[in-house]
């Protein structure tokens, strides 16, 4: 059938490839990545320890000033990814605003997230209202809205960054920022309104229109959240491989607060050990209470409050709280809206050994960092 | 108001810096391109002239079996990055059969699209449906539909081909593919089916169900789509900045007939020079019919009979028919539809100098490819 | 259980509602038809035949001019229902525009589509498009749009009027209208130009903007309609309960062409005899070629061309056609949006007897009328 | 321009409308309504004063078993229509639930809305969950979902019953309603599952798919509703025409409970005064707290604590808290979904005198029904 090609010389062929790469072009059968019968992420599974990060993000604080840094965060890079990345799509970083700080207004087309760590009484205002940040507190920044943020209070304030950058900036070419004429956004609503109008489900203010794609709800409350999921673990298991997971949605749509990442808040019971699954979309995860251990593609990662780890796409991964007396709650984001709205979200359970992978090895000791090097006399 | 940080040294920086790099961290003021004001793409405008392309694509033929390469295709690599990428999220290929030759059956999460540059007589069968390929048709094998291609005429069809492998596969790592038990996966249907199905406007068979997100019409010919443009362009003038232009959609929807990607074609009338604009969103063009230029941020590019050239995102553009006497016509597609999903499309119009710009550069005969190769005795 | 109520004596009930009815309520369990399984719809099955209703027609052109009647239109009145209805939620008429007159323009919130039954040149101008109608075109004029009509040809020319009247305007209380200040509207368009722009399937011109509900198509041809039945009638038999019947849809949504109505026009072959189905929804159905019957729920109606009948919603009904030559072809239109959009759509196959009711009556010709009545000189 | 139409006299006229209507057809210019500029609905502005109807409501036990009439309701008749239609296309029905009793498991295709009036200890439970109803809460049975009600206390419960059987069983002709097996249906859930699922406003539970078109929050309870109200009117005015108007809504939409029916719970400031306007939609008001009055096209109607009061369609309507010390507070239902999803929403503001209409005339005392009969030794 294909009798118009000839037997040809491994150097015929080698000439003709280095001739058409003279010319931007290349033989697409030599890409072996291209018909892989499924993904093989770049993206590393990998765990950021917070009693690692502590030190080095108040030392950041230590040696360079926000004015300087505009925003003083350390950008969790993965491992198998270049720089910016925590996953191929997302941005991991912890942000770090001390007593006094102000963190001035600009808007970009990067939408973000925040999950605040520690400190109570930073604010961050997002056109026009302002809202208290408490520990646990789940905050949005969507595509091309005002913000700036601030601290006010005595301590150092400290919090989880989730953006985009990577599909928006990188791949698709569409990041536009630009900075507000004042350093702060004048605040046009009572501070927290939008909790007050939005946090009652089922109850929508009929004087607003809300035309936007991402939520109206500036502040998730980590005392709503909280308190919810303790009472629905009262009466159901939840899922099989998330337990008892809510999803942070937007009151016009109970879809995704964004229409580029999705967050959620689980809660595994004392003693539960999720069944693993795997699915499209890699995941950041933290730690917002409670110590236990995930286990993604066969190997073992041991967590403690505030850590930060990273499923990548189609990674198994399972989920167990080591404690039998405290609950354990996990926040985390991905980008499954992207991946709905093209078609691309896929899942499977893991069915092999009563749904949980044999462990092969624990995310070791060795990868630790080591104290915070306090090079000079600071 | 920074009280808090100390006037640090360089050296303790960089001391800070290193001790943060091996924890897989990073300090975000060091990417200077997070705050760019807009996007500067790696993307690079470029064009590869096919006067150059085919005898390299042809040669490909004589060496390379598609036994061997399983789809024989040239990809088009962007100088701008690497490998397969002809944009930040779009795959741009120039595909070879060879009369007697058949692309066995697979199917993958990537979505294509197919303009047919050359020859009559291929077929491509999706999903049970075969077509045969005439030289500007418009073809599409949707993400996860069974797909084989053969040439059952005597000479060589060439057709350019669309993906979205840099998006699906490398930043959303939801790349799945598998093979047909068979070559040829079985005809369920009468050749051209949706054709008399979906072409005539605004007419929709009640019998069939459509649930996917992508067209149901397999084939939008040439004829169809040359005579409405023609049709059109005696009476309106279309778009300042776009001309005649048709995007090919789903009958379903009235959108683009895939969800990653849309598809047009468009018409310039003799002597027609359209004003610039800019949008987020790469575009890869083809040259369907006529010889013109277009001007990509200030650089003139000339173009012939299936040439291909690449508009990266937010570089201004605008296209210009060379003829006073003949039509025009190029073939596009982007990754708009997500953009839009993404709420991330955004459009500016060239508004100095009567809407054209001034041209610095022109792509240059310097850069142009040689005789092929023809290495050796074969 | 319910020890409270006593044994009441028929007296006092009556007492009871008596004193009820002087307040404006009255006793739910008095209405009867609340708690019944199924519809039994007050509209009835008929048929109206056209060798009855064209004299009249054209004795109302001789005796009612345009300007006294503003539309001179004979109502389809359904024996079961008061006045305007030809189901419970839809009107149809039969309209005369003799040569030289017009129906002065105005806009109304009820929507309407026309089929065109005999007479070419007469047009119809709807938003600044104007159309030359030909029998077999159907034509809508949505919600709100200003229309005027008008007959330039030197014959009567007559056509079906479908409209939601009385969902509209009795059941929502929602009917506004409004003249333009002068007889008729200015053109703004080419005349057809919506035509040239949607009427090839799959192409869809980016230069305009359609944000309207309702089709931006003015006229489907009668052929390119008849056309498209036919191609398909050679190779597929459609549904077993409809035939080849083809949906009138909005080619930027692939649905209904407008909120309130859906139109369709569908092809019996040769011999074909439907199975029979009901579901919600009443159907108005016009012969547009062939003779046949239909059977509605068990009684045989008999049709010729233009006859108009009428199938009520959850009657069963299947359709024959009565020749071993010809084709039949019948238009229809319903108010399966609504339904679809409130959720209140049901079908179900009738399963017995090969799918075909047995008859157990005639529509008659007792029921026929007689010569047009010409009292007086006339 | 008309020539062709002879100057007719009355009796060839009469003669053939008397001909038409033997072939049951009529002359569309003798319906002088269809050319209305606004809509002129035959529902009345109404008022039934809950001093009035108790006692009837009362005396209904006492004559009448559930047994007997299935659901114990007194249907608000309106007095310009006949029996069922509280407007056009709505219905309004006080049900009475005597200690003991149980109204039987059935569903219909007619949804329904409940507003608890009296009593607390009675229960209702949709599709296998229970929840126990109390003054103020709203509670939703959709279309086609298993539904009984009960009341396990010692008092007799009431409550407003809205159904949509005007549109769905008459205009629409698309009413079923079938039994269950048994009297009651099993409970599958634990009791008000949804409310600790749903009520809780921008946390969606994962582990659930809710597939409907209809709320999956059962029960709407008047403690979170009233509590949100008051929060916000400590710092809104709201609206001008609906003050602190909030809408009862789908989380998984942010749209109306059903798809048929919006419902609303509105706030009056004490003292505060609404501005006029009027909508499409004719809504049936009951108060839930206060006295004050509404002036519905001029007439005044003075209400107090569970009255009942129509507003029609596109009638000017303003309300009034009649006390400077209390809120007022008004339950509401309308069709306004219907409206949305047809194109046939409007809305205009009345202008003049500050927003207020002159009161012509007020809903008079002889209007009142006096005491209720109680013929026999009763």
Chains 1, 2, 3, 4 share one sequence.
């Not at 080698?14 to 892989?36: C, F, G, I, K």
């Not at 926000?66 to 350390?74: D, F, I, Q, Y």
């Not at 604010?123 to 601030?150: M, Q, R, S």
């Not at 959620?264 to 050990?273: A, D, N, T, V």
């Amino acid at each position: 059938m294909t009798s118009r090609t000839r037997i040809a010389t491994e150097t015929e062929r080698e000439a003709l490839y280095r001739d058409m790469e003279r010319l931007h072009t290349s033989p697409l059968w030599r890409y072996t990545d291209v018909t892989r019968a499924e993904p093989q992420p770049r993206t590393a599974a990998h765990l950021w320890r917070w009693s690692d990060l502590r030190p080095r993000v108040l030392r950041m604080g230590d040696l360079v000033s926000v004015e300087e840094a505009e925003r003083r965060v350390m950008v969790l890079s993965n491992p198998g990814l270049d720089g910016l990345g925590a996953t191929g799509s997302l941005y991991a970083g912890i942000q770090l605003v001390l007593p006094g700080e102000v963190a001035r207004a600009h808007r970009h087309t990067m939408a973000a997230i925040r999950f605040i760590m520690e400190g109570t009484g930073a604010f961050t205002a997002v056109e026009g209202e302002k809202t208290i940040l408490h520990p646990g507190d789940f905050v949005t920044t969507p595509n091309w809205t005002w913000h700036n943020h601030g601290n006010e209070s005595p301590d150092p304030v400290i919090w989880l960054d989730g953006l985009d950058i990577p599909l928006v900036r990188r791949t698709l070419d569409a990041g536009f920022q630009e900075y507000y004429p004042d350093l702060e956004q004048p605040l046009s609503k009572p501070d927290d309104l939008s909790q007050r109008q939005y946090s009652a489900g089922g109850l929508r203010p009929t004087w607003e229109v809300h035309l936007a794609a991402h939520t109206p709800l500036l502040n998730y409350s980590w005392e709503q959240s909280y308190a919810t999921l303790s009472r629905l673990a009262r009466e159901t298991d939840g899922s099989p491989w998330d337990a008892i997971r809510l999803e942070y949605v937007n009151p016009y749509s109970g879809g995704p607060v964004l229409p580029t990442m999705a967050s959620y808040i689980q809660l595994l019971r004392p003693g539960k050990h999720t069944s693993a699954h795997r699915h499209t979309g890699g995941t950041v995860y933290q730690v917002a209470q409670g110590t236990g251990w995930s286990v993604i593609n066969g190997m073992r990662f041991d967590w403690a409050p505030k850590d930060v780890f990273v499923v990548p796409s189609w990674a198994y991964h399972e989920h167990a709280n080591a404690s039998e007396r405290e609950d354990a709650v996990l926040f985390s984001y991905n980008d499954s809206p992207v991946l709905r709205a093209l078609g691309l979200l896929r899942e499977e359970a893991y069915l092999e050994t009563d749904g949980h992978q044999p462990v092969g090895q624990v995310f070791g000791a060795e990868q630790r960092g080591g104290p915070v090097v306090t090079a000079g006399p600071g």
